[in-house]
């Protein structure tokens, strides 16, 4: 999984890394939590490499894991619901079933991108973005 924030140039998103992963927080609001360490419902349906939970700018929380209708569903997060190698079914990363989700490394990385829009319609010598 990766994982990019943008920020506005004074922003201020901080990370908090723990053993379970990483909180990431502007100013004293969480934002999201990266799931690095495997976790189960009561042993079954492990996972990790997710986010879990997601909150609104508000401080709702969006995301579920492992809700009690669908347990084996987790925040956000990508996979393959049949999986196959040639003629051989590797197994069902959608339900959990025969993988395991090995997390290297999460690096973190914060960006302060400045970027311009540019069209041939208008032109400015400025290096100050254009009001409309």
Known sequence: MILILSCHKN???TVSETDEGILFIEK????????RMP??????????NYIHPLWTLDG????EDGPPDH???RGI???????YVGQTRLGDG???????WDVADAVVALCS???HWVTGKITSNATAPMAA
């Open 11 to 13: 922003g201020s998103i």
């Open 39 to 48: 976790k189960s419902i009561e042993g079954a349906y492990t996972r990790n």
């Open 71 to 73: 347990p084996h569903q």
């Open 77 to 83: 997060f990508w996979t393959w619901h049949q999986t």
């Open 94 to 100: 959608w339900e959990c079933r025969e993988f395991v």
């Open 113 to 115: 991108p400045l970027s």
């Open 28 to 35: 004293d609001q969480n934002i999201l939590f990266y799931q």
């Open 60 to 63: 709702e929380r969006l995301t």
